[in-house]
C-alpha cells in the first residue's frame, strides 16, 4: 500500500481519508499506533483486516481510546459515510481508481465484520456511488443532483435507531400510518394522470401500487378499526399537498416522488421491512410488512432488474432540459420531506402498545400472489401424510394377517 500510495496522485498532499475522519480515528482504538492499513499490497489483504471487525461493534455504547463512552455503531456508519464521500470526491477529481472498485474491499466477508456492515446497511456498492457528471444519463443526473439529500434522509438519526433495533412499536405504526396517506396520494395522482405521455410511461401499478397493501397491514398493526385510528401527521399533510398540487398542475413532476418511493422500497425499504420483521417478532406470513413486498418481483434479481429497466425508461422519457431541471429539485425536494418527517418520528411518544398475535390463516391474510402456492403445499402435505397413513395401515394389516 505504501508503494501505491507513494505513485497515486490522490495522496500527493497526503490521505485524503484519515484528514475527513480525523476526529473519529482518534476515538478508534485500532488507530491507536497508526493506520492498520498502512502496509496492506492487496485488496484481499484489506478485507482480511476487515474481518477483524469485532462483534462489539454492534454494540449501541463502547468505550473509545480515549476512556470515553461513544456510539460505536452509530460512529462506524459515520466512518463509512466519510470513506464513501471522500471516494466520490477523489473520483471527482481524478476520475476511477485504476486499482480499486467501490465494492471488492467487502467481497466475501461473511464473518463477524460483514454482519456488522450489512447490519448498519454500509456495504458499499457501485449503486452508492454516485456518478461522474459528463454525458450523464437523466437517471444518473437524478441520482447524483440529489445525493446530499438522500444521505440527510437515509442517515436521519430515526433511520440511525431503526437500523440499531432501538424503535418502538407506536413509532412503528405511525411510521407504516403515515406512508399509507404518501401512497393513497401519489398513486390516486398518478392513475388521474395515467394517460399524460410521461406518466403512462413509469404508471406500472400491476407491479407497483402499495395501497392495498398497506390496509392489510394497518388492519393487523391498530385493528379492524384502523381506518377511524389513524390520521396524517403534520409533516405528511405538506407532503401529500405538494403531490396533489403538482399532480393538478404540473404533472409531469409526479416524475419524482415515484422515483424516490418505489425506487427506495426496491431498495432500502427492504431491509427496514425485514428489521421490523425481526424487532418485532411479526409473522412469518409478511403481515405488518406488506408494504414493502412485490409479489410480481419476489427475487432480489428481479427486483434488481426492474431498476435497471426502470432507470432506462426514465432516460427515454421525452423530457426538455428544463422539465428535467424541475423533476431533479423536486427529488431535493422530495427527500426534505421525508427528513421532515422522520423528524417527527423521532419525536413520537411509546404509548407501550405491543404488536397482536398472528392473525388466522386466510385467502384474505395471505397476498393474493402466494394464496396459490400456500393452498400448494397444504395440498401436497396433506397427499403425503394420507401417504404415510395409508402404508402404515397396510403394513399393520399385513402383518396382523401374517401372524394370524
Known amino acids: 500500500m505504501v508503494e501505491a500510495i507513494r505513485k497515486c496522485p490522490a495522496f500527493e498532499d497526503g490521505c485524503s481519508f484519515s484528514k475527513r475522519?480525523?476526529?473519529?480515528?482518534n476515538e478508534c482504538k485500532a488507530f491507536k499506533n497508526g493506520c492498520p492499513f498502512k502496509d496492506v499490497r492487496t485488496q484481499k489483504e484489506i478485507a482480511e483486516i476487515m474481518k477483524t471487525i469485532p462483534i462489539s461493534h454492534h454494540a449501541t455504547k463502547g468505550t473509545a481510546s480515549s476512556g470515553d463512552e461513544i456510539d460505536i455503531a452509530a460512529t462506524m456508519k459515520q466512518m463509512i459515510g466519510d470513506i464513501?464521500?471522500?471516494?466520490?470526491?477523489?473520483?471527482?477529481?481524478?476520475?476511477?481508481?485504476?486499482?480499486?472498485?467501490?465494492?471488492?474491499?467487502?467481497?466475501?466477508?461473511n464473518n463477524e465484520a460483514a454482519k456488522v456492515l450489512r447490519d448498519l446497511d454500509m456495504v458499499l456498492t457501485e449503486e452508492d456511488i454516485p456518478e461522474e457528471k459528463s454525458d450523464l444519463e437523466f437517471s444518473k443526473s437524478i441520482k447524483n443532483e440529489s445525493w446530499e439529500a438522500h444521505e440527510h434522509a437515509t442517515t436521519h438519526p430515526f433511520m440511525n435507531i431503526?437500523?440499531?433495533?432501538?424503535?418502538?412499536?407506536?413509532?412503528?405504526?405511525?411510521?407504516?400510518?403515515?406512508?399509507?396517506?404518501?401512497?393513497l396520494t401519489l398513486e390516486s395522482e398518478m392513475d388521474r394522470n395515467a394517460?399524460?405521455?410521461?406518466?403512462?410511461?413509469?404508471?406500472?401499478?400491476?407491479?407497483?401500487?402499495?395501497?392495498?397493501?398497506?390496509?392489510?397491514?394497518?388492519?393487523?398493526?391498530?385493528?379492524?378499526?384502523?381506518?377511524s385510528l389513524i390520521s396524517p401527521s403534520d409533516s405528511i399533510n405538506k407532503y401529500t399537498k405538494?403531490?396533489?398540487?403538482?399532480?393538478e398542475n404540473h404533472p409531469e413532476l409526479l416524475v419524482a416522488h415515484h422515483y424516490i418511493r418505489y425506487m427506495g422500497d426496491l431498495s432500502g425499504a427492504q431491509i427496514l421491512g425485514r428489521k421490523a420483521q425481526k424487532i418485532f417478532s411479526l409473522p412469518e406470513s409478511g403481515i405488518g410488512i406488506n408494504f414493502v413486498k412485490f409479489s410480481e418481483l419476489p427475487t432480489k434479481e428481479e427486483m434488481f432488474q426492474f431498476k435497471n429497466r426502470y432507470r432506462k425508461i426514465l432516460d427515454n422519457l421525452p423530457l426538455s432540459e428544463k422539465i428535467q431541471k424541475e423533476i431533479i429539485d423536486e427529488v431535493n425536494l422530495a427527500f426534505t420531506l421525508n427528513t421532515d418527517f422522520f423528524s417527527e418520528m423521532v419525536l413520537v411518544k411509546d404509548t407501550?402498545?405491543?404488536?397482536?398475535?398472528?392473525?388466522?390463516?386466510s385467502r384474505e391474510s395471505i397476498p393474493s400472489s402466494n394464496f396459490n402456492s400456500f393452498t400448494n403445499s397444504v395440498f401436497v402435505s396433506l397427499t403425503i401424510l394420507g401417504a404415510i397413513s395409508a402404508s402404515l395401515f397396510l403394513y399393520y394389516y399385513n402383518e396382523h394377517n401374517y401372524h394370524q
Open 84 to 109: 464513501r464521500k471522500t471516494s466520490f470526491d477523489l473520483n471527482q477529481q481524478m476520475g476511477k481508481c485504476p486499482i480499486f472498485s467501490s465494492d471488492s474491499v467487502v467481497d466475501g466477508l
Open 21 to 25: 475522519m480525523e476526529n473519529r480515528l
Open 195 to 227: 394517460q399524460n405521455e410521461i406518466i403512462n410511461a413509469i404508471h406500472m401499478p400491476k407491479i407497483l401500487s402499495r395501497v392495498a397493501l398497506f390496509e392489510n397491514d394497518l388492519s393487523y398493526l391498530f385493528g379492524e378499526n384502523w381506518r
Open 242 to 247: 405538494r403531490i396533489q398540487f403538482i399532480g
Open 162 to 183: 431503526f437500523m440499531k433495533g432501538d424503535i418502538s412499536f407506536e413509532q412503528y405504526r405511525q411510521f407504516v400510518q403515515n406512508l399509507y396517506f404518501v401512497y
Open 352 to 361: 407501550n402498545a405491543t404488536p397482536p398475535p398472528a392473525p388466522e390463516i
